[in-house]
């Protein structure tokens, strides 16, 4: 799997506030969350794989739970909005001049966002199926002004013969199932995330969206 959690620490500022044991300890519970999920997980192999007592990881996170939510919180009130508010700025709101180069755009832009978050991404999509809080945060992150400036592109190509003339939430739809595919067949089937297969899932959004 793509990027390590140690490589994560040094590419965000998550982690700011914990020392360098503590930021030993969250690199190691996030390879373990993202291995083996967090009920199979336990306090004693993420010690063990941080090189610590089991005691630092309770004298600071009190608990299992308190460790998983220390690497949440942060990823869901400042990683996620960073990204998603990047993405506005980057990807929507262009010009596009046909549906290749849109999807190819926004399907290649997340598909790099997985590769270099995947163990994160993993951990947050295990608590999203799980946690009624998580997942409302998650849906909470998606922004007006994301909503609207998706709803602009998509209106923008569909009075320019670009896309099919459905409803909205069936053209995000569409577009999220092929996204999803490739994200869940990556992270919990061991598919491959190569050039091939990210072209081929372009390709089938194309072929389901085009209005011809």
Do not use: C
Not at 151 to 164: E, F, P, S, W, Y
């Amino acid at each position: 799997m793509a990027n390590s959690a140690d490589n994560i620490l040094h590419q965000t500022q998550l982690f700011t506030n914990f020392t360098a044991k503590q930021k030993l300890i969250i690199i190691a519970a996030i390879e373990v969350f993202a291995e083996k999920g967090y009920a199979a997980a336990s306090t004693k192999e993420i010690a063990l794989r941080a090189g610590v007592a089991e005691g630092n990881i309770y004298s600071r996170f009190t608990n299992k739970r308190g460790l998983l939510n220390a690497i949440i919180a942060p990823v869901l009130s400042q990683m996620f909005p960073d990204e998603l508010d990047d993405f506005i700025k980057s990807r929507l709101h262009q010009d596009y001049v046909s549906l290749e180069t849109f999807l190819t755009v926004l399907i290649k832009d997340r598909v790099t966002f997985l590769k270099d978050n995947a163990q994160i991404i993993k951990i947050v999509l295990s608590e999203l199926l799980n946690d009624t809080q998580v997942r409302a945060q998650v849906v909470d992150g998606f922004t007006t002004q994301y909503w609207e400036s998706m709803t602009h592109d998509l209106n923008a190509m569909v009075k320019r013969g670009l896309i099919v003339d459905w409803p909205l939430e069936d053209i995000l739809r569409t577009m999220w199932s092929m996204t999803g595919g490739l994200i869940l067949g990556f992270l919990y089937f061991d598919q491959p995330l190569d050039a091939n297969t990210v072209n081929h899932a372009i390709t089938a959004a194309i072929k389901a969206l085009s209005p011809n």
